[in-house]
Nanobody
Framework: QVQLVESGGGSVQAGGSLRLSCAAS????????MGWFRQPPGKEREGVAS????????YYADTVKGRFTISQDKAKNKVYLQMNSLKPEDTAMYYC?????????????????WGQGTQVTVSS
């Protein structure tokens, strides 16, 4: 089992920045893929970014490319999502996810474990 806890959400004005953190519990076998997803109010969950934990390869949704950066601190079992130039349409509940394989296509079904989420609200 892998337990994930997100933090760092909040309210910010458009153009601002936030950094989300995801802390993973200690585990026997390290997930090979970590990702961030978001679910805007009344909409389906969508992929934001993912990172291969072994090689550090990253993948981003087109909507956040150039604005968001996913990174990891393997020593601390943490994954981060740096969000810059935030827009009102980035408003959503953000979820951290872990999976055993990294397909780099940001499908929720590729991930096995999920956190409870942290709310991000961007006002215009």
């Amino acid at each position: 089992q892998v337990q994930l806890v997100e933090s760092g959400g909040g309210s910010v004005q458009a153009g601002g920045s936030l950094r989300l953190s995801c802390a993973a519990s200690e585990y026997t076998y390290s997930p090979n893929c970590m990702g961030w997803f978001r679910q805007p109010p009344g909409k389906e969950r969508e992929g934001v970014a993912s990172i291969g934990t072994r090689g550090g390869s990253t993948y981003y949704a087109d909507t956040v490319k150039g604005r968001f950066t996913i990174s990891q601190d393997k020593a601390k079992n943490k994954v981060y999502l740096q969000m810059n130039s935030l827009k009102p349409e980035d408003t959503a509940m953000y979820y951290c996810a872990a999976g055993w394989y990294c397909y780099f296509r940001l499908l929720p079904t590729d991930f096995n474990y999920w956190g409870q989420g942290t709310q991000v609200t961007v006002s215009s």
